[in-house]
């Protein structure tokens, strides 16, 4: 119904939520999670699993389930400052997870093709293939990099409740997305309300962050890019980090003004220092270089820097390279945790750092990355026999042996992803999710 009808609101839709839809979001969640405000842990609701979940969908059905207030924590970022999470209850993370699924076979018949992140089946590296295609294969000359400030911080609930009444009229639900907004949060043993925002680290969070962009960006860039411009347009999104590319600067800048007002009556808005709108595309480096300028601008998106490249022949090619900061903030963690490792066995030290170097290269080693990737695995060896050494002032770690050890446990740097051509051809088939 959801794809023949694109007005129909959904007036029942809580009794998909059932028993066996309950147990799978149990199983869903990683047993290792850290616990909310209750301290209940995955193992210990387990222990009486179908009376536990019989009771929570008592509850959600009749009205007597409560939402609990998240738990606040901070994780560092890449840049030295600490981003806050807020993690749920078990109870509420298996209840949202439950209604997201459901809520999931709705949105996803209205969200548009160039909207990637936290939906299902679509990954970070399809948003980068669909980049990457379509400045390689459209008129782009101008790029906007584009950083919303404090997005899930922002998100204003007056605005998200009238947007999901577009397509959602259970009440029952409704009352259920209100409960998780409503329910605060606890840092340092004192509640506080939330009046705005969505915390980052809750599962429906990111649906709900979604129809949020769907209808105060997507549904107006497209809208933007149809009716005002005058030339080719892409655009990017993968949650709150958006890249759109232009043929025309005089389009760019338009976009840009206008986007700014737009998310103002939404409670939004850009970051100046780090929303940029640069030269980049095919002719971007000769056209610079007529005017004297000096190499095209990189920008960053989903952890790779994209930079103007040519191939052996000399035409233009996307270049994407690891982002140094985040390469060198992974490096620190492994040093840190390799401390805290140092006795294990040799064995236990190579398996663990093994699927550290597999984790790296199955998302970063794209094509024309291969340097960075060895270099990863090669600091990986590296800090690895600096902890050897201190491990006893009369080692024996010879460079030879440590080569060994890395041949051995280290899984070689590799490509493992195709060009983005023709991982994009191959999924959408012809159909464009740029557009």
Same mark, same amino acid.
């Given at each position: 119904?959801?794809?023949?009808?694109?007005?129909?609101?959904?007036?029942?839709?809580?009794?998909?939520?059932?028993?066996?839809?309950?147990?799978?979001?149990?199983?869903?969640?990683?047993? +290792?999670?850290?616990?909310?405000?209750?301290?209940?842990?995955?193992?210990?609701?387990?222990?009486?699993?179908?009376?536990?979940?019989?009771?929570?969908?008592?509850?959600?059905?009749?009205?007597?389930?409560?939402?609990?207030?998240?738990?606040?924590?901070?994780?560092?970022?890449?840049?030295?400052?600490?981003?806050?999470?807020?993690?749920?209850?078990? *109870?509420?993370?298996?209840?949202?997870?439950?209604?997201?699924? #459901?809520?999931?076979?709705?949105?996803?018949?209205?969200?548009?093709?160039?909207?990637?992140?936290?939906?299902?089946?679509?990954?970070?590296?399809?948003?980068?293939?669909?980049?990457?295609?379509?400045?390689?294969?459209?008129?782009?000359?101008?790029?906007?990099?584009?950083?919303?400030?404090?997005?899930?911080?922002?998100?204003?609930?007056?605005?998200?409740?009238?947007?999901?009444?577009?397509?959602?009229?259970?009440?029952?639900?409704?009352? !259920?997305?209100?409960?998780?907004?409503?329910?605060?949060?606890?840092?340092?043993?004192?509640?506080?309300?939330?009046?705005?925002?969505?915390?980052?680290?809750?599962?429906?969070?990111?649906?709900?962050?979604?129809?949020?962009?769907?209808? #105060?960006?997507? !549904?107006?860039?497209?809208?933007?890019?149809?009716?005002?411009?005058?030339?080719?347009?892409?655009?990017?999104?993968?949650?709150?980090?958006?890249?759109?590319?232009?043929?025309?600067?005089?389009?760019? *800048?338009?976009?840009?003004?206008?986007?700014?007002?737009?998310?103002?009556?939404?409670?939004?808005?850009?970051?100046?220092? +780090? %929303?940029?709108?640069?030269?980049?595309?095919?002719?971007?480096?000769?056209?610079?270089?007529?005017?004297?300028?000096?190499?095209?601008? %990189?920008?960053?998106? !989903?952890?790779?820097?994209?930079?103007?490249?040519? %191939?052996?022949?000399?035409?233009?090619?996307?270049?994407?390279?690891?982002?140094?900061?985040?390469?060198?903030?992974?490096?620190?963690?492994?040093?840190?945790?390799?401390?805290?490792?140092?006795?294990?066995?040799?064995?236990?030290?190579?398996?663990?750092?093994?699927?550290? #170097?597999?984790?790296?290269?199955?998302?970063?080693?794209?094509?024309?990355?291969?340097?960075?990737?060895?270099?990863?695995?090669?600091?990986?060896?590296?800090?690895?026999?600096?902890?050897?050494?201190?491990?006893?002032?009369?080692?024996? !770690?010879?460079?030879?042996?440590?080569?060994?050890? *890395?041949?051995?446990?280290?899984?070689?740097?590799?490509?493992?992803?195709?060009?983005?051509?023709?991982?994009?051809?191959?999924?959408?088939?012809?159909?464009?999710?740029?557009?």
């Amino acid at each position: 119904m959801a794809r023949k009808d694109k007005e129909a609101r959904f007036t029942a839709l809580l009794h998909h939520v059932d028993l066996a839809r309950l147990w799978a979001a149990y199983a869903a969640i990683s047993p +290792k999670a850290a616990p909310g405000v209750d301290r209940v842990t995955w193992d210990a609701y387990g222990q009486d699993l179908r009376a536990n979940l019989e009771d929570l969908l008592r509850r959600v059905h009749s009205g007597a389930y409560r939402a609990s207030p998240s738990r606040r924590v901070y994780i560092p970022k890449p840049d030295g400052r600490l981003r806050p999470l807020g993690i749920a209850t078990l *109870e509420d993370k298996i209840v949202q997870r439950a209604v997201v699924e #459901v809520l999931n076979a709705v949105y996803e018949e209205d969200f548009l093709g160039f909207s990637y992140g936290f939906r299902p089946g679509r990954k970070p590296h399809d948003a980068l293939d669909a980049l990457a295609v379509g400045i390689e294969k459209k008129n782009v000359n101008w790029v906007l990099d584009a950083d919303i400030r404090g997005f899930y911080d922002a998100i204003d609930h007056e605005w998200l409740r009238k947007f999901i009444e577009h397509r959602i009229a259970d009440k029952r639900v409704l009352r !259920l997305i209100q409960k998780w907004l409503n329910a605060g949060v606890i840092e340092d043993g004192s509640w506080s309300a939330s009046q705005e925002g969505a915390p980052q680290g809750a599962s429906a969070s990111p649906l709900l962050a979604n129809v949020y962009l769907h209808y #105060v960006f997507d !549904l107006w860039a497209r809208h933007w890019r149809n009716r005002q411009a005058h030339g080719d347009v892409i655009i990017v999104r993968f949650a709150d980090d958006v890249v759109v590319g232009f043929q025309h600067r005089a389009d760019a *800048e338009r976009f840009h003004a206008d986007l700014v007002e737009r998310f103002a009556r939404f409670n939004l808005e850009l970051h100046a220092g +780090k %929303t940029r709108l640069i030269e980049f595309g095919r002719f971007a480096a000769q056209n610079r270089r007529r005017k004297g300028l000096g190499k095209p601008e %990189t920008f960053a998106f !989903l952890g790779f820097t994209h930079i103007c490249g040519k %191939t052996r022949t000399g035409r233009f090619a996307l270049r994407r390279k690891t982002i140094a900061k985040k390469m060198a903030a992974k490096l620190r963690e492994v040093n840190a945790l390799l401390r805290q490792r140092r006795h294990w066995p040799i064995p236990e030290q190579g398996q663990w750092l093994g699927s550290v #170097v597999r984790g790296h290269t199955a998302y970063y080693a794209v094509p024309g990355n291969i340097a960075a990737v060895s270099a990863f695995r090669k600091q990986v060896t590296r800090l690895w026999g600096q902890s050897l050494r201190r491990r006893s002032q009369r080692h024996r !770690l010879t460079w030879e042996r440590m080569g060994r050890l *890395e041949a051995r446990w280290l899984p070689a740097a590799r490509i493992t992803h195709p060009w983005p051509n023709v991982r994009f051809d191959a999924r959408t088939q012809g159909r464009s999710p740029v557009r």
